[in-house]
């Protein structure tokens, strides 16, 4: 089941530079920096109330944030819920229709657990489900 709105997930070329904007202009404080060698990303946690904002930065050309990046520009690249039944999650929404990119969860930042939606059955929006390992 959906907990609540996890996170969402933003591209950017300079984790340095939307940090500085995120703390001098938004007045949020940086939690931590992580890298997801897996997902080939750097990443950058801020608390906004509940809701957490991911900064993602490419490690490379062939990580999906460049690719991201070079199709789109800077912006939201994901929306992620939390949920307290990860594999649940996605046998329901494969149920409904939904087409998954991730059959299987795998160790995301924070060590979630996470998984995502292809965006072509999500109205646009790329999906990721999350599950805190406990």
């Not at 940090?19 to 950058?44: D, F, K, M, W």
């Not at 789109?72 to 087409?99: C, M, S, V, W, Y």
Request: charge should be negative.
């Amino acid at each position: 089941m959906i907990t609540k709105i996890d996170h969402l997930g933003i591209a950017v070329h300079s984790l340095d530079e939307a940090i500085t904007y995120y703390e001098n202009v938004l007045g949020l404080t940086c939690e931590g920096r992580e890298e997801v060698e897996s997902q080939q990303v750097r990443t950058a946690f801020f608390a906004a109330g509940d809701v957490h904002i991911e900064l993602l930065e490419p490690m490379s050309e062939e990580s999906p944030i460049a690719k991201f990046l070079a199709k789109n520009g800077p912006g939201i690249h994901h929306l992620a819920f939390a949920t307290d039944g990860i594999t649940g999650q996605l046998a329901h929404a494969k149920e409904q229709g939904a087409r998954l990119i991730h059959e299987v969860p795998f160790t995301g930042a924070g060590d979630k657990l996470v998984a995502f939606l292809h965006p072509k059955s999500t109205f646009g929006v790329l999906t990721e489900f999350c599950q805190a390992v406990h």
